[in-house]
């Protein structure tokens, strides 16, 4: 059971390149969030995603775009990417509201 | 405001001694929070929930609920250099489906 899955792990981007950031989850999870973490932050809310076929803003949404391609899929787009990006990206799934959200590895993206 | 916020720390306590960790949030129909722990280069870790006014024990750890004040925190009794981690407090609003973290307590434990 691999549980939330992202890819990549590791990518650098140059100023203005785009990219997608994937998330899957086998837990059959209604909920999917996408984070930033940045030092001294904790983690911001991107885009949420309540169920499949919808999609929120959360708190730092600028810059990105997101698409909840399945139940299992959620991705994060950076159409053109800016330093301001650098961060690690979590994704993570929630069975509903009051319960556990599991965690992937996390994508360490560095924008020069 | 934030929805969600923790005293900004760092903290660091002796082995042994007991480790306090509080968070405020701002939606007062929230009805579910939890505790994650994060070790460095890591993913966060649920180690605690709690959905009740009151007080939940786990272990050394104990989670506490006041709905009326808002406030949510955490004890780390007898605390060992293993519970070196940031600390991070969650929430899950009422009035959507969303899950918002606090900015985290760093937490030394001292041997």
């Known amino acids: 059971n691999a549980g939330v899955t992202q890819t990549p792990k590791f990518q650098v981007l140059k100023t203005g390149q785009s990219m997608t950031l994937q998330c899957a989850q086998d837990m059959n999870h209604n909920s999917m969030y996408w984070y930033r973490q940045d030092p001294g932050m904790g983690l911001r809310l991107i885009y949420y995603?309540?169920?499949?076929?919808?999609?929120d803003k959360g708190e730092v949404p600028n810059g990105y775009n997101v698409s909840r391609l399945n139940k299992r899929e959620f991705s994060l787009r950076l159409e053109s990417a800016a330093p301001s990006q650098t961060s690690v990206y979590f994704c993570?799934?929630?069975?509903?509201?009051?319960?556990?959200?599991?965690f992937g590895q996390g994508t360490r993206l560095t924008v020069v | 405001q934030k929805e969600v916020e923790q005293n900004s720390g760092p903290l660091s306590v002796p082995e042994g001694a007991i480790a306090s960790l509080n968070c405020t949030y701002s939606?007062?129909?929230?009805?579910?929070f939890f505790w994650y722990r994060q070790y460095s280069g890591k993913s966060p870790e649920l180690i605690m929930f709690i959905y009740s006014n009151g007080d939940k024990e786990d272990g050394r750890f104990t989670a506490q609920l006041n709905k009326a004040s808002q406030y949510v925190s955490l004890l780390i009794r007898d605390s060992q250099p293993s519970d070196s981690a940031t600390y991070l407090c969650a929430v899950n609003p009422a009035r959507d489906y969303k899950l918002s973290f606090g900015a985290g307590t760093t937490v030394t434990v001292r041997a």
């Open positions: 939606d007062r129909g929230s009805q579910s």
């Open positions: 993570a799934s929630q069975e509903l509201g009051n319960t556990e959200a599991f």
């Open positions: 995603s309540a169920s499949e076929g919808t999609t």
